[in-house]
Structures are given as structure tokens and as C-alpha cells.
């Protein structure tokens, strides 16, 4: 039977997962709304759609967040304060309309809480935390710039000598497609890692042993709940994320997304939860740079890597505060 507190983490991580769907939204379609090449409601309904496909594929990312970044058997109350924490500055950034990552947010909350829980740094798996979390987060977007620049470049030497309002007839057609693939990442990646802290709330709880994987419930639940926040869309971030960055063509935003494609799939792959936010939003600024690297605001990009950097600090000192307010009450 389910405790109390067991009841309110599995929520608290629907609610995550619900506001990382509209947070992240503007990750998958962005570019298609403002090159025209989808309309808004088509293309929260395609994303919708291709996140809870997604999200069904795998689970490499769900196990590391349930067993791959703290060694020690938690308190229910440790992983809700973790999730509140997440939840926190997901509001925040989307009220301010920045594109931060809401993977970073909620493993940042996790490290926090589970320091303070155990007054101690000994029991995060800092290996862990290194090779799937640090490098990933460094790493990836700068191999989003660079896919993203190569691609885009690749683009201008084939297509040059063709007309431009053919060039953007081609690409309105398959910016579909590489949007749907983007929004299939998205979910492969994203939805994974509220899969990843229900089960480790599960494991915790004594409902699960270590060695299960992810129940279907779970991966059903959480897919559901990311497609239906993804259905509400995140107009705020999409207006930053969709032309605020650099202007978009068809051309550039089907290889920005391509580009983000192939580098989210490729760190599902190997069960790193990286940021689809610091991805995509690389991936357009390597495909702007293609072209010059004035057409890329570079003020605005800037405003975007700071929050990249504070998030994962700031959700761990949330997580952990979250936790000290709790054991004054228990």
C-alpha cells in the first residue's frame, strides 16, 4: 500500500512533468511556428502526440536519475522537496520567459536535498553526477552549435544556386518532419527523468526492489501528463527560442532541429539526461553563425547561458533549503 507521502511525490512528479511540457514546448516547435511552416495549435498537437511516443521508448535516462546519481536509500520527504525545488524555479524561468533547463532543475534539486538529508556530500555518486550530468551539460551544447553550424553550412553549399522562395517551399515540408523528430526526442529524453525520480520514490518507499526497472504505469502516467502540458504550450519561451535568438528561414529552422535531433537521440542513447532547452537553443545559434556571426544576438544568448549555469546551484541550495524546512516539522 502507498503512503501519504509516497501519494504526494508521485503527484508532485505528474505536476513536474506537466509543467515541463508546457516549459519546454517551445523546444520542439519554436522554429516550425515562426518560419510558418506549422501553425501554432497543429504544432502542439504534433508535439504532443510525438512526446508521448517518446516517451514510451526507452528508459537508459530513468535509470540513471533513479539509481545512478545518490547511493543511499532516501525519505519520501527528501524526494518531494527535490521535485518542489524543480518546480519552483520552472515557474520562475517561465514567468520570465527563459529557456532553462528543466533537467538540470530537477537533479539539481535531488544533489541538494539528499546533502542536506544526510548532512554529508558522501552519498551522491559524484562519478555519476560527472559523467552524466557535468560533461553532458557542457558538452552537449556545444555539440549542438557545432552539428547545428556544420549542417546549416552544408545546406548553403548545396541548395546556393536555387531561389530562395523554392528553397523555402522544400523546407516548410520537411521542417514537419524534423520538428516531429525533435518532439519525439524531447519525449524520449525529458519524460524520462520524472520516470527516473518516480521510481526511485518507489524503490525508497519499498514498493519496488533496486534491480526492477521503470513500470509501465509510470512510463504510461508520465507520458500522458508531459503531452498534456505540451498541449498547453509555452508561449513566453517560444517567442525567445523561435526568432529572438536569430532570424529564422524554413532552411534554418529544419537544421537547427534536425541538428538538435540527432544530439538529444544520440545522449538518450547512452542514458544522459541532457538538457533539450541548451541543445535546441545552441543548435540555432551554430545555424545563425552559419550564415554570419553577427545574425546571431549574442546579448540575448548570453541572458541564456547565465541561467543555464545558475540553475543547477540555485535548485540545489532550493532543494536543500526545502528539505531543512521539512525536518523542522518531522
Given amino acids: 500500500m502507498l503512503s501519504t507521502v509516497l501519494i504526494c511525490v508521485i503527484i508532485f512528479s505528474l505536476i513536474f512533468e506537466f509543467i515541463n511540457g508546457f516549459h519546454d514546448t517551445a523546444n520542439a516547435i519554436a522554429t516550425s511556428v515562426y518560419t510558418r511552416a506549422l ?104 555539440v549542438g552549435f557545432l552539428v547545428g553550424f556544420i549542417l546549416m553550412t552544408t545546406l548553403f553549399n548545396i541548395f546556393q544556386n536555387w531561389s530562395q522562395n523554392h528553397v523555402n517551399k522544400v523546407f516548410l515540408k520537411l521542417q514537419i518532419l524534423s520538428a516531429a523528430l525533435v518532439a519525439y526526442s524531447h519525449g524520449n529524453n525529458d519524460a524520462q527523468k520524472t520516470m527516473g525520480i518516480i521510481t526511485l520514490a518507489l524503490i525508497s518507499g519499498g514498493v519496488l526492489n533496486s534491480t526492477s526497472g521503470v513500470p509501465l504505469w509510470v512510463k504510461i502516467s508520465c507520458a500522458i501528463t508531459m503531452a498534456l502540458g505540451t498541449s498547453i504550450g509555452g508561449w513566453k519561451i517560444m517567442k525567445t527560442m523561435g526568432n529572438s535568438v536569430t532570424k529564422l528561414q524554413p532552411a ?79
Avoid at 502542439?44 to 539509481?67: D, H, P, R, W, Y
Fill in 39 to 142: 501553425t501554432a495549435k497543429n504544432a502542439i498537437i504534433m508535439a504532443a502526440v510525438m512526446n508521448f511516443i517518446g516517451a514510451l521508448v526507452s528508459e537508459k535516462v530513468a535509470l540513471t536519475i533513479s539509481k545512478g546519481l545518490v547511493d543511499i536509500k532516501l525519505e519520501q520527504y527528501v524526494i518531494l522537496a527535490a521535485l518542489i525545488g524543480a518546480i519552483i524555479w520552472n515557474l520562475i524561468t517561465w514567468i520570465l520567459g527563459i529557456p532553462s533547463s528543466s533537467s538540470h532543475a530537477l537533479i539539481g534539486g535531488l544533489l541538494g536535498a539528499t546533502i542536506v538529508f544526510t548532512a554529508s556530500t558522501e552519498h551522491v555518486i559524484w562519478t555519476g553526477v560527472l559523467h552524466k550530468v557535468v560533461i553532458p551539460l557542457f558538452s552537449s551544447p556545444v
Fill in 252 to 330: 534554418n529552422g529544419f537544421a537547427a532541429q534536425t541538428a538538435s535531433a540527432l544530439v538529444i537521440e544520440a545522449a538518450s542513447f547512452i542514458g544522459a539526461p541532457v538538457s533539450t532547452t541548451q541543445v535546441i537553443t545552441t543548435s540555432i545559434m551554430g545555424v545563425g553563425s552559419a550564415k554570419r556571426f553577427s545574425a546571431v544576438k549574442w546579448g540575448i544568448a548570453q541572458n541564456i547561458v547565465v541561467a543555464w549555469i545558475v540553475t543547477l546551484p540555485i535548485t540545489m541550495i532550493l532543494g536543500g533549503f526545502i528539505v531543512f524546512i521539512f525536518q523542522l516539522f518531522i
